[in-house]
């Protein structure tokens, strides 16, 4: 239960009847999502990967990370719903293979699988599909997927970012971890300071030493960097969100002012003209 706090009017909570403000997708009933498509509420498809992060840290590293920062922006947010789709548990990661625990999608499966949930989602009356990615090996494929469900699912509304690269979120890394250079690495310096925060549990305290296939310094990890890491990426993720809810971030991109997720801007250009001549 929530404490018995005031409730805006457009608070979509109180349309639904429900005493427990609810994010995830897999706890939700079908009249539920009736009322989230009627709110214009915003899915945020998580992506993650299971792979090898060195001597020291969880193969699912990236999935509790981004998972985490995606449920906890869905909850700071009261204006219109945000809900968290199940993660996208595996990502590809050919790269890591060489290393026990790990397990990666084909490259067409990957795409299959993002490209079957987007569509699902749209299917069920959803216009604001957010794709947040937790592993940098996904992102060309993220990249590319905007154009693809666009031309070929005629899905257009989506877009994606990995939760580092969020202009707001870089700028804090660069300040909170010094000695990675704010790079989001591998196992290193951020990835390790994040689990200290989030499951302290997991990580192998004493087998932080640099090994190969892993990128950057895991020893200069912090519990105290991993949350302040944590926070600044919820809290530009909700910036990010609100934009898209309210069609600013459209307006910005398609503006010619910003670099959408590494695409220029005649990418939002094209998805828009395409779809305006259907
Ligand atoms: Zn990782």
């Known amino acids: 239960m929530l404490p018995s706090k005031e409730l805006p009017e457009n608070n979509w909570e109180r349309s639904l009847s429900i005493d427990m403000k609810k994010v995830l997708w897999q706890e939700m009933r079908r009249t539920e999502f009736e009322q989230a498509v009627k709110a214009d509420a915003v899915v ?5 990967s299971v792979e090898q992060h060195g001597n020291h840290l969880p193969v699912g590293t990236d999935a509790i990370g981004c998972f985490t920062i995606a449920q906890r ?10 809900l968290v789709s199940p993660i996208i548990w595996a990502g590809y990661s050919p790269m890591h293979m060489a290393y026990p625990g790990t397990i990666t999608l084909k490259f067409n499966t990957l795409v299959n699988l993002l490209t079957d949930v987007a569509v699902c989602i749209y299917a ?3 216009r604001k599909i957010f794709f947040l990615n937790g592993h940098s090996g996904n992102e060309f494929i993220m990249k ?3 154009s693809k469900l666009a031309s070929e699912e005629h899905v257009p509304s989506v877009v994606g970012y990995s939760w580092w690269g ?7 890394m ?4 010094q000695s990675d250079e704010g790079a989001i690495g591998h196992a290193g310096e ?4 994040m689990q200290l925060y989030l499951r302290p549990e997991l990580v192998h305290a004493d087998a932080t030493a640099w090994v190969r296939g892993v990128w950057g310094d895991p020893s200069t990890g912090t519990r105290d960097k991993g949350e302040r ?29 910003e670099v959408f997720e590494g695409q220029k801007t005649v990418d939002s250009v094209f998805v828009r003209e395409y779809m305006g001549r259907r």
């Open 44 to 48: 945020i498809i998580p992506v993650g």
């Open 73 to 82: 922006a869905a909850e700071a947010i009261d204006e219109f719903p945000v």
């Open 124 to 126: 069920h009356g959803f």
């Open 144 to 146: 590319a997927l905007r």
């Open 166 to 172: 969020i202009s707001q979120v870089y700028e804090e």
């Open 174 to 177: 660069q300040k909170i971890c």
């Open 190 to 193: 951020v990835e390790t300071s």
């Open 229 to 257: 890491l944590v926070t600044a990426a919820v809290d530009a993720l909700v910036k990010v969100l609100r934009e898209y809810h309210s069609g600013e971030l459209d307006a910005r991109t398609l503006s010619g002012r």
